[in-house]
């Protein structure tokens, strides 16, 4: 109870807006369900010319992204980018009007901007450290980049199940670079599933990116009858969570990202897809596509099973509990952090940061 009056105190004292208080810059974005632009407040024109903060215009979905950006914001508000506000404009033309999202502009880079560079992951390390690293170039440098990369997904992705959140859109386009922080965090909450209170509780699989979807696709199994009104839901998710585990969606997810960072020719879009036909072919054993590949492996793909080799492969084998075809089989944030392969140092300013 007292947090629902904390909540309720802190909404009427933050500023409220309405659309006549931006305007709009350089569109970031645009998918089937909003566009995103970079913008600035009327009254208060930013020094940076494009604005420093960001706009979603969200169709129908944009409600529930609202109550989930709420929602963060409250109980893991570094996992996240900065939300600020959202709204319903009730437009003059279209009927049902637009829900306006406001959040803090994190930053220029996805991962997915970042990954596609030819010096990932050295411009990653130069954006967390600054300058200076007395490593030589190489695969324990490299390796090192990507260990922390994960760690701070694998952190924010920890903080979003720890709050009854799952993302189901977990893929390096909704990964930004704070750079205020230094450190990556989450967006895009628009296909995000709330269990603990039912919201969004249907899975709306057509949401889902098959480049990232884990193979059950669904979040929860078929075997739930139906979505529980939001009481029920309450009372029951807990439950439910632990015979579904819907978190280990994203963390399906988070493994191909891993694999991507690891082999270069899987950050483009054919070199992943390629990959998924692979893997289902082996019935999403990783190990059995390992052994049909390595033996004709080229240099590229060579280098990531070394770099995954590192110290008796303890890489390879967070990779190998994280893409499994049994959800309940897959490793949790949580104990994925625990894994041997953080055990490491990796950047220093992660320390400093976290
Ligand atoms: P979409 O539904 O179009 O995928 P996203 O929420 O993923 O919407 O935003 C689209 C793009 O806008 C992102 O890929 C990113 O480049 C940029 N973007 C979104 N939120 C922010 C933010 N807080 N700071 C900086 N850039 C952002
Ligand atoms: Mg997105």
Redesign the pocket.
Known sequence: FDMFILAFVERIFRPTFRKDDFVLGKK????A????Y?VSLAKNPSDKKEGDL?L?K?TEYGAVEIWMNERVRRACANSC??FMYGFLEKSSKKGDGEYWLI??????A?L??LMQSKEFPYNVERMILGEGQQLPKGLERENRIIQTIMRQLLFALDSLHSTGIVHRDIKP??I?FSEGSRTFKI??L?AAADLRVGINYIPKEFLLDPRYAAPEQYIMSTQTPSAPSAPVATALSPVLWQMNLPDRFDIYSAGLIFLQMAFPAMRTDSGLIQFNRQLKRCDYDLVAWRKTVEPRASSDLRKGFELLNLDEGIGWELLTSMVRYKARQRTSAKAALAHPYFNREGLLALSLVQ
């Open positions: 970031l974005g645009e998918g369900f909003g566009v995103v970079r960001v979603k969200a980018a900065d959040w803090k502009f994190e930053g220029e996805t997915a901007d386009q909704n930004i967006i895009d628009g």
